[in-house]
């Protein structure tokens, strides 16, 4: 097969969250095992950092990464989902995972897939544990893909554990309570490794900390302090907490040399080619996106936009699964909110969007398309000759900016 058509082999035989939403989910981890077992369990031949967290592992991982990448060392970095490229999910060093690996990997186990059945994820986990052993990596950076007990990650045997936040997301399969939840994304701690934590309200700290103890797992907290870096938002401090004070409980196991910190720290972006976390796309007026998509990160979104002090635009997208009644009323005041459904299954239509908005007393339009709605608005700033008043936001779902960035890719927004 070619690429694409081992995408497609991959995407339409697998269940897969990203489109079919809770019915991929599998709820022990029997399948990832059997798969690693007939790989020869390649998570075992390589160090590792696990991070779990309702927001701000993604960033997390990729600052850790960017630190030691910069500091010379070979790094893996899994991630989930991706935005554009499928490849984004394993990363060395920043650079995708070869097509031929991606190919030659999906062909090897295609009878493995054929008898034990395995979730897309799982199969994805699978594809990065043997890439990275392979490719003789010094250090991997495992990010989990929801929860932490049961996700397929939550087989391999860290150096250091890191819990980066505690919110409400994914209720329906963690819990409905921050403690649940908490107890969900502390399944990842292991007997004896450190765990460090974010910044996480007391009384779901409580719980990961009684979990530690019960493992005599050692417990730490970020570093508090004020940080130069190429990621915005107050919540990057805190991430980068973690991974700083990640690097000093791992220091003699990866030393690293605190000089080459700072520059990592401001190129973030560019060292690991990351994406979608409040990212600018233009200038005047101000395009800003990000993949905030639960109550946490948009209410850190909003907060951030209210800082400057513009004329707010929105370009909305949402699953079906969220619950927009606990996250529309976090939106600042919009001269205008245009709704679009994300190119997946599990979109949420833009009707139904919309009915929403008005129960709370939120004006919104329906789009048919996001590159439809992205004219629109912009051409509606231009119009009212707002250029240099203005901000233009474009979220609510990983899709969304996904369905953006592929936009950008093609060279098809309206802006140069």
Not at 212 to 220: D, T, V
Not at 228 to 233: A, M, R, S
Not at 351 to 374: E, M
């Amino acid at each position: 097969m070619t690429y694409e058509q081992t995408l497609d082999y991959l995407y339409s035989k697998l269940p897969m969250y990203q489109r079919v939403g809770v019915s991929a989910f599998k709820k022990d981890l029997t399948n990832i095992i059997k798969l690693c077992e007939a790989l020869g369990n390649p998570q075992d031949t390589f160090k590792t950092i696990h991070i779990a967290g309702t927001n701000g592992k993604g960033s997390t991982s990729h600052i850790l990464s960017a630190l030691y990448q910069n500091n010379g060392y070979n790094v893996g970095l899994y991630t989930s989902p991706h935005l554009v490229d499928f490849r984004e999910r394993i990363k060395i060093n920043g650079e995708l995972c070869s097509k031929e690996f991606v190919v030659g990997f999906t062909k090897e186990i295609s009878h493995l897939i054929d008898e034990i059945q395995p979730s897309f994820f799982e199969i994805t986990v699978a594809m990065a544990f043997t890439y990275f052993s392979v490719q003789k990596i010094d250090i991997a950076i495992i990010e989990t893909g929801l929860g932490g007990r049961l996700d397929s990650t939550n087989i391999i045997s860290p150096l250091a554990s890191l819990i980066t936040s505690i919110g409400y997301d994914h209720k329906d399969m963690l819990g409905d309570t921050l403690e649940l939840i908490a107890g969900e994304k502390a399944g990842i701690i292991k007997a004896d490794i450190p765990v460090i934590l974010g910044n996480i309200e007391s009384s779901p700290a409580k719980v990961i900390e009684q979990y530690a103890n019960k493992l005599e797992a050692p417990i730490y907290h970020y570093y508090e302090g004020t940080f130069f870096t190429d990621l915005i938002g107050i919540h990057q401090q805190w991430n980068i907490g973690c991974a700083l004070k990640c690097l000093e409980l791992l220091h003699d196991q990866l030393p690293v040399e605190m000089e080459l910190i700072n520059y990592a720290l401001q190129n973030v972006c560019t060292i690991t080619n990351f994406e979608g976390r409040w990212q600018q796309l233009n200038d005047k007026p101000l395009v800003i996106c990000d993949v905030a998509h639960n109550e946490e990160g948009i209410e850190r979104i909003a907060t951030e936009i209210n800082k400057f002090n513009l004329n707010a635009y929105f370009i909305l997208g949402f699953v079906k699964d969220k619950e927009l009644s606990t996250i529309l009323p976090l939106l600042p005041v919009a001269k205008k909110i245009a709704l679009v459904k994300p190119n997946v299954i599990r979109g949420m239509d833009v009707d139904s969007a919309h009915v929403q908005c008005q129960k709370h007393a939120i004006s919104s339009t329906p789009y048919d398309t996001l590159d439809g709605a992205i004219l629109s608005v912009y051409n509606q700033i231009l119009a009212e000759g707002d250029s240099e008043n203005s901000i233009l936001f474009i979220g609510g779902s990983n899709f969304i900016v996904a369905d953006l960035l592929l936009l950008k890719k093609q060279n098809k927004l309206p802006w140069k």
